[in-house]
């Protein structure tokens, strides 16, 4: 069996002090493997952001510890680091710096981690923008004259650019339109596999996840409530939370509903 | 750029102040073959044509030591604007900076540098110009340091307000996450979303600048004589109104020319540039 | 049978800008009749929100704005009104509900005083107490159950749920002919959007209001709404009752936006086209049970 590359052992985040102190993340432990996609779910407070941005580095933990490839991460990040852990964001729109060309956005994580010599950057930039399917020379536009999937797929391309490891993908499709988000969908699932990367995806959507995770946690509260195989967290939930949030999605076909209700009989069931 | 200045044509107001802007730069810039008595700027003194009321060849008049009214105002103009860009000049990349700095890293950085501002802002401009000004000699030099000292705190105001914005956008989280300097933040990633706020400020600003310089040599604490000033243009002449009206007059409308064709351009840039954010 | 609460007659619409004039409406017709509930379901762009905008009245003072067709409420041309007449169907016979609830409800006023000024504007001598305590019983509606609290409450005390509560009460409060729904919900938590489309749907059904509802989400839109419009570009694609559409979409568009909608049932990502030539095929039409 192989080392996690990513894991997370008793982590919490403490906001603020004495009363007015929040715990947004509590003793929080998992793992990740290789090449998998595991998915955090939950509803705003329920401290999958804050689990987010502690991977991410952009506040260390307040208590417990967060390990890659088996070594203990520093509060303050070291290059090597960030280049092995990039992000996606939620909004396509407000990641890409308006007065700056996409080139130049795409440019910045290969000049910050020296990758490539620096007559060949251009080319590299042109091949990242084909890998994510769009063609080379948007490298000259500017984000204003991108659509939101086109820009979303530069956003990939700037998380693919310093060779990263891990990416964590924070909502990624939310702001998207169905069409572009089943599109932009099918790229990450390609890109995972070919660049044998490791996803973290942060979102509240069930049905995406139900898609493209191979686990699934749940989170509630600043706690994880359950951790499971993305099939058996389906098939029978475990936690009563969980049974809750799958029975809430708003769905569009009928062997759906029958899930939805099965599970929420069960939930009835529970409560009384 | 290019639709920027397409639209400032297109619209009547601020053609105007491109015209009038244009009139003002080019008087400057060409005084020397323009002005019919150059040599007028400097201490040239002509008792046969004193104090006269505007005929050919002294269209706007001459003042009371015989001197051609346009001519002066020419050079004038040279002086304000020459004093106006380098105000700007300096105080421009001081405040912006500055506000940059306290915008981005926060923290004591923000604590300090924003008291310190403010200290600056609680002054009245014009009485922390006559006190810089009364210490020191009353030079150009002086004047315009007087002027800029109390002219960056604005831009840092300005830049720290969309800095704080900017800071919570997506871009500024990719570039941390990437592992980019804090230079490269600031400077590179912030900084050109303030361009369009600062570009426009300091069009507004020229005509403040040009006013408040004149304000000064007004007050007798500016550009001293025998150097053309249109402030103690209208300060000298303003003791033989109305009968010596084109003393005052002329210096006069030429500071509203001035000061209304970069507010017309400045106001114009505003709506323009804060439209395509 | 009645006149149609809203009807929507050919209608289309166009900006004038540097660039020249770009029609974004370009002739949609829909009908909202007394106490149904509609929804107009579109991606970014299709021209959904301001179609919203011209039944409220708020594009036609616009000047770059070219509004051409007809709109009509309870039978009456809205074009034969002026601004000021306008102005007053907003907010008595007509009223809306907003994406947003807590940028939505002014945030210097307190939620009491808010209702009394809505409540004003169909009865303007209405007291103060009467007012609170006809927000209370609508409230009650929406199942908040400590009506004082919240009414003495400022909009950023209360919960981003209950304040879309606390807008759909609004809402309703001068039992309005049609309700005008955009994307209601959209920024709120699962659980709570759930919650909040359940009350939603339950008082409209009470008061009989009719609802436009406006909404990307199928899944919300299929909850909802008795007879959906699809629109896409500025053309409505597909039109019908919920069930129906939602059986057997015909439309190229609406079959992809279909498949496009990940199952939670699973069965992976679909491999669908952003875009296709097939996406322009004529209208069709899902007859209206009960009707002709």
Redesign the interface.
């Known amino acids: 069996m192989t080392a996690p590359i990513l894991e997370l052992a008793a982590v919490s985040k403490i906001f603020g002090t004495g009363a007015d102190a929040v715990r947004a993340a509590q003793s929080i432990s998992f793992a990740v493997n290789k090449g998998e996609c595991l998915a955090i779910v939950g509803?705003?407070g329920s401290g999958k952001s804050t689990v987010a941005n502690m991977i991410?580095?952009?506040y260390p933990p307040s208590g417990g510890e967060i390990r890659l490839n088996g070594t203990t991460l520093p509060a303050s990040?070291k290059?090597e680091h960030?280049?092995a852990?990039?992000?996606v964001?939620?909004?396509p729109l407000?990641?890409?710096?308006?007065?700056?060309s996409i080139g130049a956005?795409l440019r910045?994580?290969l000049d910050?981690?020296g990758i490539g010599a620096r007559k060949e950057r251009a080319d590299l930039v042109g091949g990242l923008l084909e890998e994510v399917g769009l063609p080379a020379d948007f490298a000259r536009r500017s984000p204003a004259a991108l659509s939101?999937?086109q820009c979303q797929r530069v956003?990939i391309a700037?998380a693919l650019a310093?060779q990263s490891e891990i990416v964590v993908l924070d909502e990624p499709t939310s702001a998207l339109?169905?069409?572009?988000?089943?599109?932009v969908?099918?790229l990450l699932?390609q890109l995972r596999e070919t660049r044998n990367l490791t996803f973290v995806f942060i979102t509240?959507?069930?049905?995406?996840v139900?898609?493209?995770a191979s686990r699934i946690a749940v989170f509630e509260k600043g706690r994880m409530v359950e951790l499971g195989q993305t099939?058996d967290l389906?098939a029978n939930p475990a936690h009563s939370y969980t049974r809750?949030?799958?029975s809430?999605?708003?769905?569009?076909?009928?062997?759906?509903d029958a899930?939805?209700s099965s599970l929420a009989a069960g939930l009835e069931e529970t409560t009384k | 750029m290019k639709r920027t200045l397409a639209i400032l044509l297109a619209n009547p107001l601020s053609l105007l102040g491109v015209v009038l802007v244009s009139l003002v730069v080019l008087s400057a810039l060409f005084a020397d073959f323009i002005a019919p008595f150059p040599e007028h700027r400097g201490a040239v003194v002509d008792f046969v044509n004193f104090n006269k009321a505007p005929e050919w060849p002294y269209i706007f008049g001459t003042d009371l030591v015989g001197r051609d009214m346009f001519s002066r105002i020419l050079y004038a103009y040279r002086i304000s604007l020459i004093l106006g860009v380098v105000v700007l000049a300096i105080a421009v990349p001081i405040g912006v900076t500055i506000g940059l700095v306290a915008g981005y890293l926060g923290g004591r950085w923000e604590y300090a540098l924003m008291r310190l501002t403010d200290v600056f802002l609680s002054v009245p401009p014009l009485v922390l110009a006559m006190s810089i000004m009364g210490v020191l000699q009353p030079t150009l030099a002086n004047g315009m340091l007087a002027v800029t000292a109390m002219w960056w705190p604005w831009y840092t105001r300005l830049v720290y307000n969309i800095t704080r914005g900017e800071k919570e956008?997506?871009?500024v989280?990719?570039?941390?996450?990437?592992?980019?300097?804090r230079a490269?933040i600031i400077f590179?990633?912030i900084l050109?979303?303030c361009?369009p706020a600062i570009i426009t400020k300091m069009t507004l600003d020229m005509g403040f600048v040009i006013l408040i310089a004149s304000s000064l040599s007004f007050l007798g604490l500016g550009v001293q004589p025998p150097t053309p000033d249109l402030g103690s243009m209208v300060a000298d002449g303003a003791k033989y109104l109305p009968d010596s009206w084109w003393l005052t007059i002329f210096p006069g409308l030429a500071i509203l020319v001035a000061v209304f064709g970069f507010n017309l351009i400045g106001d114009a840039l505003r709506d323009i540039l804060g439209a395509e954010? | 049978m009645s006149a149609p609460t809203l009807d929507i007659e050919n209608l289309k619409l166009g900006f004038k800008g540097y660039t020249g004039y770009t029609e974004v409406l370009h002739g949609i017709s829909l009908s909202v009749n007394p106490g149904e509930r509609v929804a107009l379901v579109g991606?970014?762009g299709s021209g959904k929100s301001v179609t919203a905008r011209i039944v409220l009245g708020l594009l036609q003072e616009l000047r770059a704005a070219r509004i051409e067709g007809r709109v009509r409420f309870e039978g009456q041309d809205l074009d034969s009104l002026n601004r000021r007449e306008r102005h007053a169907l907003r907010g008595k016979a007509m009223s809306m509900i907003f994406q947003d609830p807590t940028s939505s409800l002014n945030p210097v006023f307190r939620i009491g005083d808010q209702f009394h000024d809505v409540l004003r504007r169909a009865d303007p001598r209405i007291t103060r107490d009467a007012a609170l305590g006809r927000a209370a019983s609508i409230l009650a509606e929406v199942s908040v159950r400590d009506a004082v609290r919240v009414l003495n409450a400022f909009p950023f005390q209360l919960s981003?749920g209950l304040n879309q509560r606390v807008m759909i009460a609004m809402a309703l409060a001068n039992e309005p002919a049609l309700l005008i729904a955009d994307e209601p919900g959209t920024a709120l938590?699962?659980?709570?959007?759930?919650?909040t489309?359940h009350l939603m749907r339950k008082l409209v059904e009470d008061h009989h209001t009719a609802v436009l509802f406006i909404s990307?989400?199928?899944?919300?839109v299929?909850?909802f709404a008795d007879q959906i419009y699809v629109i896409y570009k500025g053309r409505i694609v597909e039109q019908g009752p919920t069930e129906a559409v939602?059986?057997g979409p015909r439309h190229p568009y609406t079959r992809?936006?279909?498949a496009?909608?990940?199952?939670?049932?699973?069965?992976?990502?679909?491999?669908?086209?952003?875009n296709s030539p097939d996406f322009g095929a004529p209208l069709e039409t899902h007859e209206r049970e009960g009707r002709q």
């Open positions: 509803e705003s991410l580095g952009i990040r290059l960030r280049r852990i990039q992000l964001q939620q909004n407000s990641s890409l710096n308006p007065r700056r956005s910045l994580a910050v981690h939101g999937g956003a700037r310093c339109d169905v069409l572009v988000q089943a599109r969908l099918k699932n509240h959507d069930l049905s995406v139900r898609n493209i099939e389906f809750r949030l799958i809430a999605v708003p769905v569009v076909t009928r062997e759906e899930l939805r | 956008e997506g871009y989280l990719a570039a941390e996450v990437i592992g980019a300097s490269h590179r990633e050109p979303n361009v954010q | 991606e970014s981003g938590d699962v659980t709570v959007q759930a919650q489309l990307h989400n199928l899944g919300v299929r909850e939602f059986d992809a936006l279909m496009a909608v990940p199952r939670l049932t699973g069965g992976g990502i679909p491999d669908i086209d952003e």
